[in-house]
């Protein structure tokens, strides 16, 4: 790694021009390369085997939408050496009713105030330490997760917190059955070497550790802790957090509906921006979340009828990546009106290199539903992942829940705006732009984050 200049005085180191020579000739190299294999354009004849027509609801049902999207932006709070930067993050669910957005569709015009019926919508606001930042004294590990914790515990807007949620999902508290534990595979503390740490339903928000007598929080759980470094930073887990705040807010949702009136859920649309998938360390978390959409996805007919019904309709809808690429290849070859299915071996052949005859089948360990391809009547083309009634590889039009119902709202939801877009209210009121808010949010973390030090010295 080449040197550079900090003060600006002296050049920069140059990098050798002749150096990659000895890269090209290296026999490891060469034999790795000639190796290599990419995934290679889906043909025509194995999209149109695959292809099915999507059938019409045969009596839809869904009359509201809540759609769940956040945005999350580091800023710098110090320029000189070292550096140091905190991380915000805003998202929330949005409501609204299909019938309001079929009226705006019939009007000619459309007013502000016809827009601002749709925008119906909770926001959350979270700020945590990313870099060389310390929360009362404490390393950075400590800083996150207390703040973490306490945005938890706490209260939004006069709502439950979010902690109720989130032991919702980790216990099944939607069930008797299934498992009432969770394993953290080592104390979060620095230092402790107790391992396993059993977390129960009825465990306190905050306990101390019996080893190392140390705090451990019920958010401890996500294990986001691992993969901090106090001297690198924390800039690893944002993208974790943010995906995981969005999907224990659509827990948060689903819960109160399901506890005010069950039925109400066969009403509504839950969408997540992004795949309904938890990765790295909350991986795990997508286990009870696929249990909790096989359980909606099972349930009694609240008008009678004597077989099963789903109750969960949910869909997460990818905007950038390797399936949404993968997607603009070969949407010319989908007719409109018909989705495409996404097997292990076509995932693993076309879109992503694996092993299709593995023991982990692709998002076993990661998704709560499984992926999709679907082109509207309108001709754009939406990645998406729907939750099933149980984990399969191949999965069938049948195993997902509700998939038609789903479909035909997306087909409602188009923006002429952008290219292969929903309705974007979400994404533009909880969004943070990098001009002007991350300016702004500077600023204000900059001005607060130094009066507290002045403060400090002063007392």
């Known amino acids: 790694m080449a040197y550079k200049s900090l003060y600006g ?191 129960a339903p009825d465990a306190p928000d905050t306990q101390a550790c019996t080893s190392c007598g140390g705090p451990i929080y019920m958010i401890d759980a996500l294990r986001l802790h691992e993969r901090i470094d106090d001297e690198q930073g924390a800039g690893g887990i944002t993208s974790y957090v943010m995906t995981t705040l969005e999907q224990i807010v659509l827990a948060h949702v689903i819960k109160a509906v399901w506890e005010l009136k069950s039925a109400f859920l066969r009403e509504i649309l839950f969408i997540k921006d992004g795949p309904l998938a938890f990765f790295g360390q909350t991986s795990p978390l997508r286990k009870p979340m696929r249990e909790l959409a096989m359980f909606l996805g099972a349930q009694t007919d609240p008008s009678g009828g004597s077989s099963p019904v789903a109750l969960l309709n949910a869909v997460g809808l990818e905007k950038s990546g390797p399936f949404v690429e993968h997607a603009i290849q070969i949407g010319d070859k989908l007719d409109p009106g018909t989705v495409l299915l996404l097997p292990n071996d076509y995932i693993y052949k076309y879109i992503v290199p694996g092993d299709s005859k593995g023991s982990d089948p692709y998002g076993f360990n990661t998704y709560w539903g499984s992926k999709l391809i679907y082109k509207a009547s309108d001709g754009n083309v939406y990645v998406a992942t729907v939750p099933t009634h149980k984990f399969t590889p191949e999965p069938s039009y049948d195993d997902f829940l509700n998939l038609s119902d789903i479909l035909a709202v997306l087909g409602e939801l188009r923006c002429s705006m952008y290219d292969n877009a929903l309705i974007a209210l979400a994404n533009r009121l909880v969004s943070l732009s990098d001009f002007p808010s991350k300016r702004i949010l500077e600023v204000f973390a900059r001005e607060n984050i130094q009066r507290q030090s002045l403060e400090d010295l002063i007392g």
């Open 9 to 199: 005085r002296k050049p920069l180191e140059r990098a050798s021009k002749i150096s990659h020579a000895n890269v090209i000739n290296n026999p490891q190299v060469q034999e790795f390369i000639n190796q290599c294999v990419i995934p290679k354009p889906a043909e025509k004849s194995v999209i149109s085997k695959l292809a099915q027509e999507v059938p019409a609801p045969t009596e839809p049902k869904v009359r509201a939408v809540v759609a769940v999207d956040g945005s999350y932006r580091e800023v710098p709070v110090r320029d000189e050496f070292p550096s140091a930067a905190v991380t915000f993050f805003a998202f929330g669910p949005l409501l609204f009713r299909l019938e309001e957005l079929r009226k705006l569709d019939k009007q000619p015009f459309i007013a502000p105030e016809d827009l601002a019926r749709l925008k119906n919508i909770q926001r959350f606001s979270l700020v945590l330490p990313t870099r060389n930042v310390s929360r009362g004294g404490k390393s950075l590990t400590d800083s996150v997760r207390s703040t973490l914790h306490e945005f938890f515990i706490t209260a939004h807007g006069g709502d439950k917190p979010l902690i109720d949620a989130l032991r919702w999902v980790l216990f099944r508290g939607w069930t008797d059955k299934g498992e009432k534990s969770w394993e953290i595979p080592s104390c979060p503390n620095v230092g402790c070497n107790r391992s396993p740490v059993m977390l």
